[in-house]
């Protein structure tokens, strides 16, 4: 196992976590980055981005983060709370009329934040190519009636989320969720992230391998919310090797990037809104983030999840870190992003290699704990 890139003194056992991950837990490729009061400390990866493990895994190889994807909405939601242009205790229909059709018009910006506005799945199984439609995306959900009383209890909106809350930015900026992304966040900060992948960065797409166990199987009733959830899209695997896939904007699933961007998009957040010179949001700004808006079963995910503005929150049940004042998430197949604003630390692990876990990921895991031991905590 070869490691390349750069790695502090102090964070040594970070690099030892992260080889265990390819002689232990079965890595093929990926990513490590970890960011302390806004300097790189770790920027490490190795392995390869195909299966066959002929191609290495280079500095700028990219791949498919799915829902680490959706950090980057809860940000420019965030920015745009900051600047005044959006409410985040506003109804929805006030961005987008025809959202407050069916029983929806008290559905609020911080419900579809917090996955509780009742709008987990679309309103029957999608074809991929209606996933890459916007306007149609978005007209099934504005139609559909909520499945729960908003508020009243998470529900994972595992992909709709992109789309409810990519949709009231465009509202207000005009712009698709991607180019807003692009041009107030990643062009500032240089982040090598995309949610709509230009096809002059495909051939450093990493492919991302199938989990090597089997799937367990769930005897999930098909009416059931999880069962509408996951039975109603098909999205895993060769999906995401296609040109439809990379460049459509699906901003709670097919965001493209590497560990180090992923930092580099959230790093503001765990330092006051300022990062690499760029203020891309005020310290209040950053501080609202951490109100918690849910706390208890998740209807979809069939687990505790603390829910605040976007990001969840750590939990007994999900000790992603020590710091009463972090945030985080991950993505299906293990990449994950953590920003603890106690610390000013921001670290994210993005790989090819997937698992069926969508959360706690025993690798992300694994370097996330060699991060805080490694500064005593």
Known sequence: METHGHCDDRFARVRDAFEENFTQRGDIGACFAVTLEGEYVVDIWGGHRDTERSKP??????????????????????????????????????????FAARGKENVRVKHCLSHSAGLPGFSRPFENAELYDWDFACADLAGQAPWWEPGAQSGYHAITQGYLIGEVIRRITGKSFGTFFREEVAEKVGADFHIGVDRKHFDRIADLASPAEDMPILEMDPESIPGRVFTNLDIIGDTTRTDGWRQAEIPAANGHGNARSVVRAQTAMANGGSAFGEQLLSAEGCQKALELQTDGMDAVLMQPVRFAMGYALPSTEIPVSPSPHALWWGGAGGSTIVVDLDTHLCFSYVMNQMTHQILGDPRGGSLGKAVYESLGL
């Open 57 to 98: 895994w280079q500095e700028d190889t990219i791949v498919n983060v799915y829902s680490t994807t959706k950090t980057m909405t809860f940000l420019s939601a965030l920015m745009l709370s900051d600047r005044g242009q959006l409410d985040l205790e506003a109804p929805v229909a006030d961005y987008w009329p025809e």
